[in-house]
């Protein structure tokens, strides 16, 4: 049984949370509201001027018709926005989780990702993308750019010509990828 403490901290958590969530669902919906009302009134009547003279478009909604919309936006997007996890299940807690998963399934099918990531940025630093071979050993090690530029420099250069025709400038091997 949990100790009062503990049910304490939680109710605090989940109360400090539910702030946040409420005083963004306010500024969102006042938000919405303002934006209905104002775009309405502007840009209505300039985009549509013909239609406003025959009645077909009103040239202003009433602050109740505002107030409608705005809260049926508003309910949209904080569904949308609940639902994609960014508030209960951040992406900050489940990259790692997901780093774990991965690493799990390397191992279990006999994957080295360390040597893989390396044998990829000695790839690339062969094929003079020095750049690429830096930022993919950075995100893989977390080195700092130093640390990442020296291990690349000094990775070993084959004697042997590349695989790639590169002779004539501008060749296909010569271009930057899109």
Not at 77 to 82: E, S
Not at 101 to 121: F, M, P, Q, R, S
Request: overall charge positive.
């Amino acid at each position: 049984m949990p100790t009062p403490k503990t049910t304490a901290t939680k109710w605090e958590a989940l109360g400090a949370q539910g702030y946040h969530v409420l005083k963004f669902a306010l500024v969102l919906y006042v938000s919405v509201l303002v934006v209905f009302k104002g775009t309405w009134d502007v840009l209505v009547p300039t985009l549509f001027p013909g239609a406003v003279e025959q009645g077909l478009v009103a040239k202003t909604i009433s602050w109740w018709t505002a107030f409608l919309l705005a809260g049926a936006v508003s309910l949209v997007l904080l569904w949308a926005r609940w639902t994609s996890g960014s508030w209960f299940g951040s992406a900050s807690k489940r990259i790692p989780l997901l780093e774990v998963k991965v690493n799990a399934i390397a191992t279990h099918l006999g994957i080295d990702l360390d040597a893989a990531i390396k044998a990829e940025v000695a790839a690339l630093s062969e094929a003079g993308r020095k750049a690429q071979a830096i930022d993919l050993y950075r995100g893989h090690t977390d080195a700092d750019l130093a640390s990442a530029k020296e291990y690349v420099d000094g990775l070993p250069r084959s004697a042997a010509p590349s695989a790639t025709p590169s002779a004539a400038p501008g060749a296909a091997a010569d271009r930057p990828r899109d």
